[in-house]
């Protein structure tokens, strides 16, 4: 019976992309490998968010996979408290693996640190590396990073565990397209492009009535960090659009306490912000809006990016509004009809469009068919099983 060591910091019943990607992956995985495999999965007790709490055993047994949650120190996402949360989560999964053998390393990641963990488990045990690439996180510390100090001291470190960790890898997984050209200086791996899709919850969804009321509702869920810059959009937005639009900003993150600030700045009233929720709650949220927003913050090295945040949206029948670069930007114009797209922080182009629109709603249906998570899921979990 082979064994295989999967890595991710989030799964269910976390809120976040992670958690969304790596949940049904495994248990397909886990249904593919039946009386062929068993898993291990390290992971975390639900910390994405500190204004979310969610009941999870720290050690569960499903048939041929079992899942460890480790208990991370609380955090509010700042990058000091993800390097102390990451070191926790490293230490941890060695003590647990100590003394077992696998087959393959499985490491989902977008920090590059999962990654890393992932290459030295793999490395020392002499076993092949599957790495599910999230995020370009060298890349993006290049823009986040303002202090010029931090950034000569991290950006040398980055390099050089990136290289270590890519030459490695058995095979590369890359959740967007856009990730392609930056790993062409890494040609040992095998590549493809799984990306992330539209979970069951967003599919089969009833038809929207258009609200009768003196107001359009715009909503936003998701991480409120500096990656999605909602500080510099959506305050302003609002400012000038006025009472005839109330935004519904419903999440958790590292740069909430700018986009209070911003708000509370300008006067505006008709922005409502909302701890996050579980996704019950979140399909009804949706329901009664009347568009679904979705932006990043202008950076170079999100032109590469494709937010999981799209599949979600794209599933629905209502407009939706987003403010994307690149990449995205591209994908949006090619497979998402009904749409106010516009680039990062462009306040008066979306204002403009936004005023221009005449509303309507229609599913997606090529969309929906093309993307949905169980296929890619299945096809992704074949190119898994398939290093053992």
Known sequence: MKKILYLTFYFEPDL?????????????????LENKATIDVMTTLPNRYSTFEAEAMQFESR??????????????????????????????????????????????????????????????????????IRDLFTDTIKDVLTSKVLKFAALPILDFVE???????????????????????????????FPNGIDNEF????????????????????????????????????????????FQIIGDGGAKHKLIA????????????????????????????????LHLN????????????????GAYDKPIIAGVAGFANEFIEENIPNRILFLPGDVDEMVNQLKNYNYQT??????IAKYQRDSINTNMAKSIVNLL
């Not at 969804?205 to 810059?229: C, I, P």
């Not at 300008?266 to 979140?282: D, H, M, Q, S, Y």
């Not at 170079?300 to 999981?308: H, R, T, Y």
């Not at 229609?362 to 969309?367: C, H, I, P, T």
């Open 16 to 32: 976040c992309a992670g958690s969304f990607r790596n949940s049904p992956l495994v248990k397909e995985l886990a249904k593919q």
């Open 63 to 132: 048939g041929n996979y079992n899942i460890s949650r480790i208990s991370i120190p609380k955090h509010n996402s700042g990058m000091k408290d993800q390097i102390l949360s990451f070191r926790t989560y490293f230490s941890e999964v060695q003590k647990l693996i100590k003394g077992k053998k696998y087959d393959l390393v499985v490491a989902s990641s977008s920090r590059l640190f999962t990654a890393y963990l992932g290459y030295k488990i793999a490395k020392k045990q002499n076993i092949p590396l599957y790495l599910d």
């Open 163 to 193: 290289q270590k960790v890519f030459n490695y890898a058995t095979h590369i997984n890359l959740i967007s397209g856009g990730f392609r050209k930056y790993f062409d200086k890494y040609p040992n791996a095998k590549y493809t492009s």
């Open 203 to 246: 599919l089969n969804l009833d038809q929207s009535e258009v609200k009768d009321r003196a107001y359009k509702v715009v909503t936003y869920a998701g991480n409120l960090g500096e990656g999605q810059g909602l500080h510099i959009i959506v305050p302003q937005a609002a400012k000038i659009l006025g009472d005839s639009y109330k």
């Open 262 to 293: 911003e708000i509370e700045r300008l006067g505006v009233k008709n922005v409502e912000l909302i701890n996050p929720v579980p996704r019950k709650e979140l399909l009804s949220a949706y329901r009664d809006s009347d568009f679904l927003f």
């Open 298 to 313: 202008d950076y170079e090295a999100f032109k590469k990016v494709l937010p999981s945040k799209v599949f979600e949206l």
């Open 362 to 367: 229609y599913f997606r249906d090529k969309f």
